[in-house]
């Protein structure tokens, strides 16, 4: 890549690395990331969220450290309510801004 070339990126770093299933992985990288922000904010340890969500120690340490893929997300949401998250589903018809159906976390 030359000084003046520009990169063109997705937006999901899955995708611009060639990984199978990238809007998943990414859906499961962003829930991750609020689990890991939920157990900083409410102090606990990794065996007390263990304890918590029904996991053992070393399985939150996987999550955290980004080994997640055989975790489904459905479990990742179970495990924030647990956890004391309240979790909304929203439905909705794309919008002219943005055009492409998308599944976030906000």
Not at 7 to 30: I, W
Not at 66 to 74: A, K, L, M, P, T
Not at 79 to 101: E, H, N, W, Y
């Amino acid at each position: 890549m030359t000084a003046n070339s520009i990169d063109q990126r997705t937006g999901n770093v899955f995708a611009d690395l060639g990984m199978p299933d990238p809007e998943s992985h990414l859906l499961k990288a962003q829930l991750v990331a609020r689990l890991a922000s939920v157990l900083k904010d409410q102090g606990l340890t990794q065996a007390d969220a263990a304890q918590r969500v029904g996991v053992s120690q070393p399985d939150i340490s996987r999550l955290l450290c980004g080994q997640f893929r055989d975790i489904s997300v459905e479990r990742l949401l179970r495990m924030l309510v647990r956890l004391g998250c309240a979790v909304d589903i929203v439905v909705k018809p794309t919008s002219d801004a943005a055009p492409t159906p998308l599944i976030s976390v906000v």
